[in-house]
């Protein structure tokens, strides 16, 4: 299907006049919104201007889709995530638009650089990593496809901390993404709605005499919403990304609430502002703090609010409302809906408790992302009781419904009833926020095949048995908008003038590459464009320690989350035993290779700090030793997020996916460099599994354990120090960090990560060594045979289609949402003297 073109296209009559008209948008922008004059902006100044002039070439289309909202007949999809991690705007915004040329020469006859001004963006974190930036990517994909679509989440004032090393350690430095101000976002102030907290609940006779219950917070915080347009790819939907900001309420002014007491009224403004103030920085672990369950509810409960807005400004009553809303809870973080929904119906709109379970059920669905059993969030009964009593006696009747209906099925069985709980009654009393979401909905999704299936046998298998339809598969994807055509020109280009543009919307299309794998002149340009790539990054970053780096060498990288199940050290082992085979053998025939890293660990992650420190240790040491710096370097790229993820994923050679089987959901950054063509060195786990049924088992390095040998292996008894004492290479290799060769002779310093390996190695990280070293020595045999690895890499990215977050997106509209695509007509049209005609 090809996409009709959004009003500002690149036709070419209009090139001149649409240049002109945005220099003076610059110039404009620069003298009334921000108060300079070219002679003294800074470069702050330019990247606003050009981010406001941008901006309001979105507006006509943002308006109409709002109106398009609207109309009775449009169903919206409600994404609820405590997460967006969005990345920077400007240049996305180009690409979508179809103005980036226009942009880009306007902005030079300014005397302006806009990759300089593309590069200064302060970029959005509001996120840890895959379950945010999975977020965002719906977010493209929903709006390219032109599903009506918000996002509903948190403005964080500070988002992911920034990364920097002081002496090989993570330092946490606080985001200031707001500092330089955000041009993209609208403040919606008269569209706040209030939140409670704490308080009590009581009965009470209604006008008609009947017994009802209602919550009397003790607290109330105000949510004000900003919004953020998110534009579709080349065609007129804009559809919106909503985040709320906790403010204090008018009702706490000083005369009321304090008299007197100047202090302590700022610092009830204070306590509010703290619910929006910061990101939990945590990846895969649930916290266990009352901020951050109150986070949770705070933005759920001013978007369940806003829809109910929405939705009775065009309907009597919310008899229809899962007819216009389709809620989709990113993870359980946004769970706490499932009562708050119940209580607007039952409590303030007079729904009768089955009528409201009833809109509640076929409102919501769930999409599960891991399968670590310190990722699934639970709640302590008290305190939920403290916070929000009204929602914890709407769990308990859930709860008691819902076990009956157990019961019913099972008659006898109480474990299985213990099990199904949404109370984990086993010790002190929790809320089970994944069996909630499994109640409160009427479809449960896994992320990949593997995962899905793992769900069904594991972690939700009771809830797969009672309702087999319930628990779904649908495979992640990416947005090739963002992830090539932004992040890697130069190969967009080449793929643009071999097989025409259509695989921008439709990645399939990318298949008409696989005739070129075999032509030698596309193999030629596709060989020059990597090395441009990797050169970009040589000069980017330059060696501390050594020769700075070879844009020759296999450029070997391992970005995300520092997690041990993600086994960053597996790596690593690799890196210290070339390293050994270096200095015993210097002829050694091995192509060089750079080893790159990129991640964040959780500030409180020990494990995972000292991962990091013994990389830049190593580095330290290997990039610093003339016997094997020609062939072996290590760069850590500190600070790694989505604006490093645009220059890493296209210089890669080769992608590191290495978790232990049945350990990563789905994984996305695979995707990333698949697309990008780089080759997988990968395990069977997530989607990594589809990845190579796609590519093709010969164009992908495997090695490790599968699922099922995982098991046996620790059913049979899993000793990692007889492996240690076995492999002699792999002994060596951990004995040259514990006698402290790589820190200055201090064998304390890396001691817990040793004896975590030799004495539990949950991750089993020694029983997949052997296999993952034979596996890279064949990546670097066909790394010295460019023409095979080019060939190979040229039919990843033909065969990547399949990873297009466009098509999640039609499976979720289709199996989940049952949502249509909602074309927006321009009816709202922009007149010449700057007005607005209605039509
Ligand atoms: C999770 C999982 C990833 C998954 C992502 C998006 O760990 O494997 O790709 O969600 O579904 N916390 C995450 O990043």
Known sequence: MTKKKANYGNSQTNERKTIKKLKRGFAYKLFYQLGVWTQNASLNDYYLAVSYTVRDRMQQLFINTIRAFQQKDSKIVSYLSAEFLMGPHLHNNLINLGIYDQVAQAAAESGLDLQQIIDHE?????????????????????????IPA????????????????????????????????????????????????????????????????????????KGIPYDTPILGYRVN???????????????????????????????????????????????????????RLYQQYFFVSCSMQDMIRIHLFQFENLDNFSDKFAVQLNDTHPAIAVPEFMRLLVDVHHYDWDSAWEIVTHTFA?????????????????????????????????????????????????????????????????????????????????????????????????????????????????????????????????????????????????????????????????????????????????????????????????????HEYK????????????????????????????????????????????????????????????????????????????????????????????????????????????????????????????????VGAENFFLFGMNVGEVEARRAAGYNPQDIYNENKELHAAINLIATGHFSHGDRELFRPVIDSLLKHDPFMVLADYQAYVDCQQQVGEVFQDPQRWTRMAILNAARIGKFSSDRSITEYCRKIWQVKPFPVALTLQRVPDGGIKFP
């Open 237 to 291: 939907t804009v559809n919106m990304l909503r985040l709320w900001s906790a403010e204090a309420p008018k009702s706490f002014d000083f005369a009321e609430f304090n008299v007197g007491d100047y202090l302590g009224a700022v610092h009830e403004k204070m306590l509010a502002e703290t619910i929006s103030k910061v990101l939990y920085p945590n990846d895969e672990q649930s916290h266990g703090k009352a901020l």
């Open 150 to 221: 918000i996002g509903y989440g948190i403005r964080y004032e500070f988002g992911m901390f920034d990364q920097a090393f002081d002496n090989g350690w993570q330092k946490e430095l606080s985001d200031r993404w707001l500092q330089p101000g955000n041009p993209w976002e609208f403040k919606k102030a008269d569209m706040a709605v209030e939140v409670g907290s704490g308080g009590y609940t009581e009965q009470y006779k209604d006008d008609h005499g009947k017994l009802r219950v209602r919550w009397v917070p003790g607290k109330l915080v």
């Open 567 to 694: 086994r960053q050290h597996l790596n690593l082992l690799h890196i210290v035993t070339l390293y050994q085979r270096l200095k015993n053998n210097p002829e050694l025939d091995i192509p060089p290779r750079l080893f790159i890293f990129g991640g964040k660990a959780a500030p409180s992650y020990f494990m995972a700090k000292l991962i990091i420190k013994l990389i830049n240790s190593v580095a330290e040491v290997v990039n610093g030793d003339p016997a094997v710096n020609k062939r072996l370097q290590i760069l850590f790229i500190p600070n790694y997020n989505v604006q490093i993820g645009h220059i890493v994923y296209p210089m890669a050679d080769l992608s590191e996916q290495i978790s232990l089987a049945g350990k990563e959901a789905s994984g996305t950054g695979n995707m990333k460099f698949a697309m990008n063509g780089a080759l997988t060195v990968g395990t069977l786990d997530g989607a990594n599994v589809e990845i190579r049924e796609e």
């Open 366 to 562: 769930y999409t599960n992302h891991t399968l670590l059993p310190e990722a699934l969030e639970k709640w302590p009964v008290a305190m939920l009781a403290g916070l929000l009593p009204r929602h914890l006696e709407i769990i308990y009747e859930i709860n008691r419904r819902f076990l009956d209906l157990v019961r019913l099925e099972y008659p006898g069985d109480v474990d299985v009833v213990r099990r199904m709980s949404i109370i984990d009654e086993t010790g002190e009393r929790y809320v089970r926020m994944a069996n909630l979401a499994c109640v409160g909905g009427h479809a449960i999704n896994g992320v990949a095949q593997l995962h899905t299936k793992l769900l069904k046998e594991h972690t939700l298998v009771d809830f797969h048995r009672l309702w087999p339809d319930k628990l779904i598969n649908i495979t992640n994807g990416v947005t090739p908008r963002r992830w090539m055509v932004v992040s890697n020109p130069r190969l967009s280009q080449l793929i643009r003038s071999a097989i025409g543009e259509e695989w921008i919307t439709d990645l399939k299309k990318l298949q008409a590459l696989e005739p070129l794998a075999e032509d030698s002149a596309f193999c030629e340009k596709w060989q020059q464009i990597k090395f441009a790539n990797k050169q970009d990054i040589c000069t980017m970053f330059a060696c501390k320690q050594g020769p700075n780096y070879n844009p020759q060498a296999l450029f070997d990288v391992q970005v995300k989350r520092i």
């Open 122 to 146: 302060e970029e959005p974190g509001l996120g840890n990593g895959g379950l945010g930036r999975l977020a965002a990517c719906y977010l493209d994909s929903l709006a390219s496809l032109e």
